[in-house]
Each structure stands twice: as C-alpha cells, then as structure tokens.
C-alpha cells in the first residue's frame, strides 16, 4: 500500500479514534494482539500485530463490536484476500466494490456489511 502519513500523523490519528472511544483492543498477558476501531456502523479499522492472526483476536473483537451493533459496514482492499475470506466466515455479505475512488490509497476495495439476525417472535 502507498504511505499516505508520516509515522508521526498516524500515531495522531490513533490517538483521536482512542479519545472518540472508537477503540476496542485484544491483549493476552499484558501484550496488545490488535484492535478495532469502530465509530457507529462503520468498522474503520482493524489490524492485528504480527503473529496474532489464527489465535482467535480479530473475531472476538468483531464479536464484541456485533455485540455493540446490530449493523457493521467496512471496506477492504481487493488485494486483501485473507481479509475478504475472513470478514465472509464471520457473516459479512459483499455489498459493492470500488476502483479506488472512495479511498485515500486509491486502490480497488470491497464494501462489506453484516446484519444482526433478529430472532423470530415466538
């Protein structure tokens, strides 16, 4: 992906989506694992550090955003496969696809959402 910010912006903007009370984070004994950052229905961000996917981080912080909402958009990038397969195990449908357009990197993305499923009356 092209660098957009300096290391400096990025850590800026952190702190700003923290101050919101957008971020969730996963820890295991005392170590971050990643998190998410979620601001209403929009899940902006969610990245895990090196070495946590597979170890059940990333969807127990989508569950604790599902648990929070019963809507949940994002966009990933179309090179980003793993994600795509990921967010789809989790229950999120392909809404649309852009060419770069809509986001800051220019690069093609997916649009995904999940719903709720709302339980029948009895």
Do not use: H
Request: glycine share 14%; proline share 3%; net charge neutral.
């Amino acid at each position: 992906m092209p660098k957009l910010y300096t290391w400096a912006e990025a850590i800026s903007f952190c702190g700003t989506m923290i101050d919101r009370g957008w971020v969730t984070v996963a820890e295991r004994q005392g170590g971050v694992l990643g998190f998410l950052a979620r601001d209403g229905a929009e899940v902006c961000a969610l990245y895990l550090a090196p070495g946590a996917c597979g170890q059940g981080a990333g969807k127990a912080l989508l569950d604790a955003a599902k648990a929070a909402a019963p809507r949940l958009i994002l966009r990933t990038f179309a090179a980003n496969t793993r994600a795509q397969k990921f967010y789809r195990r989790e229950g999120f449908a392909e809404t649309g696809r852009g060419g770069g357009a809509d986001n800051e990197e220019g690069l093609p993305d997916i649009a995904y959402e999940w719903r709720a499923i709302r339980e029948a009356a009895a």
